[in-house]
């Protein structure tokens, strides 16, 4: 509050607005993390023709996403909650920009949100400048090196320390240093050091609802941005976390393939909740996920055939081999089929055929099994054909044999 009130108490010549939040909790020592807009900062012109470029505003530059006609039409972008950014331009020294803060001695550390994509084309093309920039506090200057970012677009976060000798209130200026003019920037952080700055929670910008096919590891990315540029990591939680994995980029997936048939979810269905976590390293975002298991007409199981019979080389037809079995996922009646002319499947089981022709040895059999439109299994089976027995003559003809009596005969 008294850092607010320092701010507010400040004596400028135009009136001052701006956006300051201290984090909570508090870290160990002075924070502020100031969002630039319209008058943020106290501005000082230099004589430039065009002092007004010092503060790009949302009605000069409305959001934009893409390049239209040159690096001022890089705007302001979704999720930003200021309304402007400072563009010290022009190529001269004159222009900066001040904002008083109250702490103790010490060492601070300017983090600075920046965008700079100058010297680069819309095409992506060109040698980047690399329009350093002068952070001083108390006439203590910095140089911040490498603000290049590859585009007037794309912003990321920048960090000098500054050491303050004396207790009291201190003015932070920005300015270029040299004819490159400086990034653009729209949101500095005053900070103690190795106190870690987010200015903006990572925000989850794709799908969260997903529909995979069963038999299946791979969900889904899981798409994310951070308004800082900050490197995001993600975690999982929710009630079927444990069943799910993604990687340092986002790629969510099952650790193992879920079966339609038997679901795994906490909700004993196909449909899983689970909740990811997007991290920045400071701030962080919670999002809902759902992901839901689609069915998949799979194959019967592989034909069984229960205690396979030896089959004689002269048995008759409709000698049982065995009683064939298969069963679908879906539930579907399973038909069979046998790809040696020798055998047919009749009832369920597994015969010899009418006229089949079969010799001592061993014979392989393919087993089909199909259930409606799905797809087949297949068995191969390996048949014992044994030698052929003397069948029982089907009727034995006795004719009359004339026998003396009480004399022992035979036919
Ligand atoms: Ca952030
Ligand atoms: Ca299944
Ligand atoms: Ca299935
Ligand atoms: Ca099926």
Redesign the pocket.
Known sequence: ADFLEDIVADEVEAPVAFTLTVEEPEPVGPFATLIIQGEAFTIIPDNSAQPDNLIRTQTQNPEQTAPTAGFDTFGLREGYTGTGYLDINGNDTGPQAQVTFDAPAGAYEITLRIANGGGIAANGTGTPQPRPMIVEVDGVSASVANTHTGSFGVWQTRTVTIAVPTAGTHTLTILQDNTQGAPNIDAVAIATPGTPVSFAAPVVTGPTEFTVG??QTAVGAIAASDLDGQTLSYALEGADADLFQISPTGVLSFISAP???TPLSAAESNLYSLDVVVSDGVDSVTQAVTVTVA????APSAPALADPQDVPADAAAGFVVGALSATD??GEAVAFSVDNPNFAVVGGDLVVAEGATLAAGTVEVIVTAEAGEGPSSQQTFSITIAEAVDQPATAIIVTAVAAPENEAGAL
């Open positions: 069963e038999n079966d339609f048939e069915d998949v007409d799979e996922p879906e």
